[in-house]
């Protein structure tokens, strides 16, 4: 759910390095899910999605992980870059229900931040 | 393609004073669209949002309005600002059902508002 009021959690990683970042939703109905990038002073960009009917889908250098047992989800990114900095959220939304009017439900966030 | 504009990037108000944010979409028709909030180093949080001409739904009891004038044109606006008003607002666009064709949201480029 949202966590809006709380700080949000950091990761530092060496330029090279793979990153993992996690997610924990709490929806069991939600069957869509996606990471944003967030640069500093700049909208979210969507980075990659992923169904349900999934559990694992790989995009340029970013992998996404889902396991619907434990309502968690995860971002991988390879050989992390100087430009991989910036806060990334994940999102789920309840499509098949229908009834959320397409609104998406942010994760907390987590800051990531690479070093040369 | 879709593009959204937000502006402005940048306003400082004063205390008491009105504000007037504008958010428009081109390229699409009938969006949904959002207005979120962003404090310093916090998550998004979910103001109002809009699936069609003068239907707005508040997220959380505050200080703002909103309004849709037009299809595809947005507007959070304020009568009195206060200081907690300060932060990052980002307006979004999406298509009214999400899914892995469709995507999630187009987030605009945010309007940095500090209320002195």
Known sequence: GESVGLHLPTLSVQEGDNSIINCAYSNSASDYFIWYKQESGKGPQFIIDIRSNMDKRQGQRVTVLLNKTVKHLSLQIAATQPGDSAVYFCAENDIAGGTSYGKLTFGQGTILTVHP | ?116
């Open chain 2, 1 to 116: 393609s879709q593009t959204i504009h937000q502006w402005p990037a940048t306003l400082v108000q004063p205390v008491g004073s009105p504000l007037s944010l504008e958010c428009t979409v081109e390229g699409t028709s009938n969006p949904n669209l959002y207005w979120y909030r962003q404090a310093a180093g916090r998550g998004l949080q979910l103001l109002f949002y809009s699936v069609g001409i003068g239907q707005i739904s508040s997220e959380v009891p505050q200080n703002l309005s909103a309004s849709r004038p037009q299809d595809r044109q947005f507007i959070l606006s304020s009568k009195k600002l206060l200081l907690s008003d300060s932060g990052f607002y980002l307006c979004a666009w999406s298509v009214s059902r999400l899914g892995p064709s469709r995507g999630g949201y187009t987030f605009g480029s945010g309007t940095r508002l500090t209320v002195v």
